[in-house]
């Protein structure tokens, strides 16, 4: 089923829907289609998208999942984070900080710019497991207790899942996987 948010993903270039590449934009729509209007904040680790788009009409290679965030949400405001300077730009309701997902300093830096009550945070960024577990170690308790916190494009799911303990994490697979990194993490407070 192709949804809005599979439709904005494609409009923008965003690897996350499956005419691209994951399968995600379903999945998403679900877990966030009541909430729409509620989500003021979300933070999206990494903005840089690295892979050719050429094939993808009107894409914007930086910022893609941006973008579609800020489509999708109407009353939201959209932060990112990347380590590319190249990556850093604000428009309409997006912000970006060059800001690194494995320091502490720099996520400290990031919660006190863009505030504690970010409703959402997608960690789309080094995709290295242990890059993953260190960034939601240290934002998870920063954040409200309502927080929902995602994981993409995971290859060490039970490692992850392991050393997230102190949180509830679940495994999301999808069964028409294209890559073995078509998978998220969901993770909330207990």
């Known amino acids: 089923?192709?949804?809005e948010?599979?439709?904005l993903a494609y409009k923008y270039g965003s690897d996350r829907c499956p005419r691209i590449k994951h399968h995600y934009t379903p999945y998403y729509y679900e877990l966030f289609k009541d909430r729409r209007n509620d989500i003021?904040?979300?933070l999206e680790i990494g903005v840089g998208f690295k892979e050719d788009m050429a094939h993808v009409p009107n894409h914007y290679v930086t910022g893609?999942?941006?973008y579609m965030w800020r489509d999708f949400f109407p009353n939201?405001?959209?932060?990112g984070i990347d380590v590319e300077p190249t990556c850093i730009f604000e428009v309409d309701r997006i912000k970006t900080?060059?800001?690194?997902q494995s320091r502490v300093h720099d996520l400290v830096k990031v919660i006190r710019e863009?505030?504690?009550?970010?409703?959402?945070?997608?960690?789309d960024g080094s995709h290295l497991t242990s890059d993953q577990?260190?960034?939601c170690q240290t934002l998870m308790p920063m954040l409200q207790k309502d927080v929902i916190y995602i994981i993409e494009d995971l290859n060490e799911s039970r490692e992850v899942i392991k050393r997230l303990g102190m949180f509830n994490a679940e495994v999301i697979n999808f069964e028409n996987r294209k890559t073995l990194d078509d998978r998220l993490v969901v993770v909330r407070n207990k």
């Not at 900080?97 to 690194?100: A, G, H, P, V």
């Not at 863009?114 to 960690?123: A, E, K, L």
Request: proline share 0%.
């Open 133 to 135: 577990v260190f960034t």
């Open 40 to 42: 003021k904040k979300l």
């Open 76 to 79: 939201a405001q959209i932060y």
């Open 64 to 66: 893609a999942g941006l």
């Open 5 to 7: 948010l599979c439709k």
């Open 97 to 100: 900080f060059l800001r690194s």
């Open 1 to 3: 089923m192709e949804t």
């Open 114 to 123: 863009t505030g504690t009550d970010i409703d959402i945070v997608i960690d």
